[in-house]
């Protein structure tokens, strides 16, 4: 886990605690924000309306409209898949170029066998051709360079966070990796610009001394990171961006793209991406190591300000990475987006009780690529879960007439519904107006489903991942 991965985990643990302690969620600066009708008050969210009426014909409607999955495992190599149940999807992604997955955990075994099953489908018989996860653009491109030849494991490992490596996301790889030898393979990608281990290796750049400086450059922009010394930072600043612009340099040279190519033959990409990510380097040892030495600093304080604005620069580059990889390197293609609830969903600022009142990625996403996006938000009705960390959490008790609860009536382990194509009716004006949710099943959360997410996919009891983080 990096560094940065761990204070996020160690900030909404921070969170949590207070949020219990507290009764509410703590504000960013000084002035706290009027309450409004469905303000989490108390440590509930309150809602506009929870009559039994109400509830009762939600829970018939949802009955009525629903579909059931068949199951939520995906193929595994020499076995023939069965789609069946996923057929429903297509008259609703017929013209959508990408589809966002997201998961209100990552700490989910259930999400992630759900979302590698929904990837094969929209591969082998829709032509989303793209896979780009929240993690690194850098470590994806290389990963992806070795999926050919390397195992499923080590190219997880060298790929994608490790909040993610588990026994559940190992077929994905292995489809990955079999794919490489069909005419349309799955090209794995990510979008994300923080510093993520392994950090960038020089063994591409045929230059010793210019790898080394490389590799300490990389590990000094991740421990300032963890540092509050804003000063020490700012005497090594320019020095360190020398470095990158050095190696971007040499990026650029034929002998150093032809051992690229070399050494990584499954991404034919890769040297563009790397051009792309070193610029992405340049950009943090600018502006974004301050901002996170900043929060650091604030953080100790009980001030979440700093961390929320790290946040929207984190995430507007992480669209700003997105957009450039669907109109500049795979302008033909569709995609797959890979990451949390609150990255993907369209009006994260409009959501009551999250720690994170802010415009995210989805929020960002310019309307054209609105209009042909289709965004599905994973939820839990039950079970257990685990944060950032592997600590493990109950999911906390439905409240009736929450999301969850209501599409908990279909009594199916696997329960989509699909929300853009609705009119507001009697039986489903739940998806029209605030109703609770919980993020990382213990986060009470309020949000008008259809104005964040295109459908729901609900899994019924979930697991915490069977973690792959310290074996090979």
Do not use: C
């Amino acid at each position: 886990m990096t560094y940065l991965q761990k204070k996020t985990a160690r900030t909404l643990t921070a969170l949590l605690v207070t949020a219990v302690l507290a009764g509410g969620w703590p504000t960013a600066g000084k002035a706290a924000a009027e309450p409004s009708v469905s303000a989490p008050i108390a440590g509930k969210v309150t809602e506009v309306r929870t009559s039994t009426e109400a509830i009762a014909d939600w829970k018939n409607w949802t009955k009525d409209h629903a579909y059931r999955l068949e199951t939520i495992q995906p193929a595994v190599a020499g076995q023939t898949a069965n789609y069946d149940d996923l057929q429903m999807l297509k008259p609703l992604l017929q013209d959508k170029r990408i589809v966002f997955l997201g998961e209100s955990s990552h700490g989910v075994g259930e999400f992630n066998s759900a979302k590698t099953r929904l990837i094969q489908f929209l591969h082998e018989e829709m032509g989303y051709n793209v896979l780009a996860f929240e993690s690194g653009l850098s470590n994806t491109a290389f990963g992806y360079g070795r999926a050919g030849s390397a195992g499923a494991e080590e190219t997880m490992k060298s790929s994608i966070f490790g909040v993610w490596w588990s026994k559940e996301i190992l077929p994905l790889f292995d489809y990955i990796k079999s794919s490489t030898r069909t005419e349309k393979p799955l090209v794995l990608t990510g979008f994300d610009m923080q510093l993520q281990y392994p950090l960038i290796e020089g063994d591409w750049l045929q230059d010793a001394a210019l790898a080394q400086k490389l590799k300490e450059a990389e590990e000094k922009l991740s421990d300032y990171s963890a540092t509050a010394d804003i000063k020490a930072y700012q005497k090594e600043k320019s020095r360190l961006i020398s470095v990158y612009k050095e190696v971007l340099k040499s990026l650029k040279t034929e002998k150093v793209q032809a051992k690229l190519k070399e050494l990584y033959p499954t991404n034919p990409k890769l040297p563009i991406l790397m051009e792309r990510s070193l610029n992405d380097r340049i950009r943090v040892a600018e502006e974004y190591v301050e901002l996170s030495i900043q929060s650091n600093v604030e953080l100790a304080a009980g001030d979440y300000t700093a961390f929320l604005k790290s946040m929207e620069w984190r995430d507007q580059a992480m669209l700003n990475n997105l957009l450039w990889l669907a109109n500049e390197v795979y302008p033909q293609e569709k995609f797959i987006v890979w990451g949390h609830n609150d990255h993907i969903r369209k009006a994260q600022s409009k959501v009551i009780g999250t720690p994170y009142p802010i415009k995210l990625m989805g929020e960002m996403l310019p309307d054209d690529f609105k209009k042909y996006s289709y965004v599905l938000g994973l939820y839990a009705a039950s079970g257990k879960t685990a944060d950032n960390t592997g600590a493990e959490h109950d999911v906390l008790p439905l409240e009736p007439g929450s999301v969850e609860s209501i599409l908990s009536a279909e009594g199916a382990p696997y329960t989509f519904i699909d929300l853009r194509y609705r009119q507001n009716e009697r039986g489903n004006s739940w998806m029209f107006e605030p109703r609770q949710t919980y993020s990382w099943g213990m986060i009470p959360e309020s949000l008008i489903a259809r104005d964040q997410y295109d459908g729901l996919l609900l899994i019924d009891n979930v697991h915490p991942p069977q973690y792959l983080r310290n074996k090979k």
